[in-house]
C-alpha cells in the first residue's frame, strides 16, 4: 500500500516562506517520480512542481518558478517543496503526487500520477 503523507501547511502572510513535506511510504523512493500540485475550491487542480524519480530533472510551474523549489531526501523517502516570497494566489491545498513509472522526465499532467496524498491547506493572507 502506498501512502503519500503531506505537512507543512498553514497561514502565513504575504512575503513569508514554507516548506511542505510529502513522505513517500511502502514504494521504493529511489524509483518514484514525485511531483506538487494545488486546487483553489471550483478550480481544476494545477501542477506547481516535480522531480523526477533520481532528482535529476525538475520542472516548475511557470508561476512559481524563481520562487519555489523541489527536492528529495533519499535517506528520508521525502520530497520538499520550498517556497519562498508568497503571495496570497498561492493560497490552495497543495497535494504531491507520485507515479508508478520509472522515467527521467517530470509530467505536468495530473492523470499521470497514480498515488495522491490527502492535502495540505496553504493560506496567505495580505
Known amino acids: 500500500q502506498v501512502q503519500l503523507v503531506e505537512s507543512g501547511g498553514g497561514l502565513l502572510q504575504d512575503g513569508d516562506s514554507l516548506s511542505l513535506s510529502c513522505a513517500v511510504l511502502g514504494r521504493t523512493f529511489t524509483s518514484t517520480t514525485v511531483s506538487w500540485f494545488r486546487q483553489v475550491p471550483g478550480k481544476a487542480r494545477e501542477f506547481v512542481a516535480g522531480?523526477?524519480?533520481?532528482?535529476?530533472?525538475?520542472h516548475y510551474a511557470s508561476s512559481v518558478r524563481g520562487r519555489f523549489t523541489i527536492s528529495r531526501d533519499d535517506a528520508k523517502s521525502t520530497v520538499y517543496l520550498q517556497a519562498n516570497t508568497l503571495k496570497p494566489e498561492d493560497t490552495a491545498v497543495y497535494y504531491c503526487?507520485?507515479?508508478?513509472?520509472?522515467?527521467?522526465?517530470?509530467?505536468?499532467?495530473?492523470?499521470?500520477?497514480?498515488?495522491w496524498g490527502q492535502g495540505t491547506q496553504v493560506t496567505v493572507s495580505s
Open positions: 503526487a507520485a507515479r508508478r513509472q520509472n522515467l527521467p522526465t517530470v509530467t505536468t499532467q495530473e492523470d499521470r500520477y497514480d498515488y
Open positions: 522531480a523526477s524519480y533520481n532528482g535529476g530533472v525538475t
